[in-house]
């Protein structure tokens, strides 16, 4: 399969600021309601509750697991509005936010002080611009090349539409929150500290407590497989949210520019009509990344708004399995300095003729010394 090249058209943007882009969308999509908030939260709590309550206590071991399944997807639900929250995108009250959306990203393990430093200052600050943002960050085939040989194996299973939950585990979540150490003068300290200490005692309880009503299986069903299940879909959202084969990555701050990274690199992914109300819109995301104070249930308008004027410039796809495979199968490695993506097979082809390249200009200088210094 040949390299696929993105759209150099997207330089017309850099001069651009985000400010003017924003000016796009309406003043209404910025309206913020509590009652909405607040039902989609009840929402989500039933639906993860009821699952984990199927998981502790039906009887046979594969509806526990299905439940489990439904849980780690209630987890995920949560997720999105707890992202939301520490967007600001739902209340005028931080207090507000961080409590209900602490209590949200508990299930899934993630601290949300530490997720928020990280995601709203680093990428939302530099989306792929990979000298800064690291998600999704693909590797070079030089680099590829390079690697040990369970490197080349981790990253080819990140980069799999089945095993990509291992990128958020190992690049994200372990890394990022997990083992984090925030600097000594950083203000932020002591609330990094005891968002840990909160989620370690969270999941310390929570185990005991499954083991005590269900036993192992009920920690399997409960705990681990609702976790495993969540780093499988917010990989995948991230993945898609910026990985397409018209989608460039960065290198150089000088080629990048806000405007670039927030909305041309940032997709657009339409799903089922349910599909959206369950994720909460989070694969509509170019207008969340061109603005995060937009509530997720005004994604869509202002997806419309930017479209009227930007809409050259945003990559829109429909959500299948094929699709997503496609773009998997195709986004392997990158080479920055053309701007385009490789499969693993034509990355090696590429090295290949890179090197065949080189030694032939070698053969000529040394054939023609004087032609060559001229």
Request: glycine share 4%; with cysteine; charged share 20%.
């Given at each position: 399969?040949?390299?696929?090249?993105?759209?150099?058209?997207?330089?017309?943007?850099?001069?651009?600021?985000?400010?003017?882009?924003?000016?796009?969308?309406?003043?209404?999509?910025?309206?913020?309601?509590?009652?909405?908030?607040?039902?989609?939260?009840?929402?989500?709590?039933?639906?993860?509750?009821?699952?984990?309550?199927?998981?502790?206590?039906?009887?046979?071991?594969?509806?526990?697991?299905?439940?489990?399944?439904?849980?780690?997807?209630?987890?995920?639900?949560?997720?999105?509005?707890?992202?939301?929250?520490?967007?600001?995108?739902?209340?005028?009250?931080?207090?507000?936010?961080?409590?209900?959306?602490?209590?949200?990203?508990?299930?899934?393990?993630?601290?949300?002080?530490?997720?928020?430093?990280?995601?709203?200052?680093?990428?939302?600050?530099?989306?792929?611009?990979?000298?800064?943002?690291?998600?999704?960050?693909?590797?070079?085939?030089?680099?590829?090349?390079?690697?040990?040989?369970?490197?080349?194996?981790?990253?080819?299973?990140?980069?799999?539409?089945?095993?990509?939950?291992?990128?958020?585990?190992?690049?994200?979540?372990?890394?990022?929150?997990?083992?984090?150490?925030?600097?000594?003068?950083?203000?932020?300290?002591?609330?990094?500290?005891?968002?840990?200490?909160?989620?370690?005692?969270?999941?310390?309880?929570?185990?005991?407590?499954?083991?005590?009503?269900?036993?192992?299986?009920?920690?399997?069903?409960?705990?681990?497989?609702?976790?495993?299940?969540?780093?499988?879909?917010?990989?995948?959202?991230?993945?898609?949210?910026?990985?397409?084969?018209?989608?460039?990555?960065?290198?150089?701050?000088?080629?990048?520019?806000?405007?670039?990274?927030?909305?041309?690199?940032?997709?657009?992914?339409?799903?089922?009509?349910?599909?959206?109300?369950?994720?909460?819109?989070?694969?509509?995301?170019?207008?969340?990344?061109?603005?995060?104070?937009?509530?997720?249930?005004?994604?869509?308008g202002a997806y419309e708004d930017l479209r009227a004027q930007y809409g050259q410039y945003m990559h829109e796809s429909?959500?299948?399995?094929?699709?997503?495979?496609?773009?998997?199968?195709?986004?392997?490695?990158?080479?920055?300095?053309?701007?385009?993506?490789?499969?693993?097979?034509?990355?090696?082809?590429?090295?290949?003729?890179?090197?065949?390249?080189?030694?032939?200009?070698?053969?000529?200088?040394?054939?023609?010394?004087?032609?060559?210094?001229?």
């Amino acid at each position: 399969m040949p390299p696929s090249f993105p759209d150099m058209g997207y330089a017309v943007l850099r001069p651009v600021k985000l400010q003017t882009i924003r000016e796009a969308i309406r003043p209404e999509r910025y309206r913020r309601s509590t009652g909405t908030a607040v039902a989609w939260y009840a929402f989500d709590a039933f639906l993860y509750l009821t699952a984990i309550a199927g998981a502790l206590l039906v009887g046979a071991w594969w509806l526990k697991l299905f439940f489990g399944v439904l849980a780690g997807s209630a987890v995920a639900f949560m997720f999105v509005w707890a992202h939301d929250a520490a967007h600001g995108a739902l209340f005028q009250s931080k207090r507000a936010a961080e409590v209900m959306g602490t209590l949200f990203m508990l299930p899934s393990l993630n601290m949300y002080r530490l997720w928020a430093f990280g995601h709203n200052r680093i990428h939302h600050g530099f989306t792929s611009l990979t000298a800064v943002d690291q998600i999704w960050r693909p590797w070079t085939p030089q680099e590829y090349r390079s690697k040990t040989v369970w490197q080349k194996i981790l990253y080819r299973l990140e980069r799999s539409p089945y095993t990509c939950a291992l990128h958020y585990l190992l690049r994200v979540w372990w890394p990022g929150m997990v083992r984090f150490k925030a600097d000594a003068k950083n203000k932020d300290q002591r609330a990094f500290f005891y968002s840990k200490l909160l989620t370690l005692l969270f999941f310390i309880c929570f185990f005991a407590f499954a083991f005590w009503v269900a036993g192992l299986m009920g920690v399997i069903a409960a705990v681990i497989l609702p976790f495993l299940v969540f780093n499988y879909y917010i990989a995948l959202f991230v993945f898609l949210h910026h990985t397409h084969p018209k989608v460039p990555f960065f290198s150089e701050k000088e080629e990048w520019s806000q405007s670039i990274g927030q909305l041309y690199c940032s997709t657009i992914v339409r799903c089922s009509k349910i599909s959206e109300y369950f994720i909460h819109n989070i694969l509509i995301h170019a207008p969340h990344h061109v603005d995060p104070r937009i509530p997720f249930y005004h994604l869509k308008g202002a997806y419309e708004d930017l479209r009227a004027q930007y809409g050259q410039y945003m990559h829109e796809s429909r959500f299948s399995l094929l699709e997503v495979r496609r773009i998997f199968k195709e986004c392997k490695l990158y080479d920055y300095e053309a701007k385009h993506w490789m499969s693993f097979r034509s990355g090696r082809s590429w090295i290949e003729q890179k090197a065949a390249n080189i030694a032939a200009s070698t053969a000529a200088s040394a054939a023609y010394p004087g032609e060559a210094a001229h």
